[in-house]
């Protein structure tokens, strides 16, 4: 039976925390930073945990599961 392998694209976009969270980054902060007020986009700047409804596709992607 072959390997199981993790989606490149979730690999690249999620971090396990010591605790087993899985952190992300946020979007809308790429472009079009004129019109988002500094306070909006230093909130974007932080990462942040996955939602828990989330949790488990993206630990399958990752292959945690």
């Given at each position: 039976?072959?390997?199981q392998k993790t989606k490149s694209s979730a690999k690249k976009r999620f971090r396990v925390?010591?605790?087993g969270k899985?952190?992300?980054k946020h979007a809308f902060?790429?472009?079009i930073l004129t019109k988002k007020s500094k306070k909006r986009k230093l909130?974007?700047?932080h990462d942040t945990v996955?939602?828990?409804a989330d949790t488990s596709n993206v630990k399958q992607m990752l292959r945690l599961k």
């Open positions: 039976m072959p390997k925390t010591g605790t899985i952190k992300r902060k790429s472009h909130a974007l700047t996955v939602s828990k």
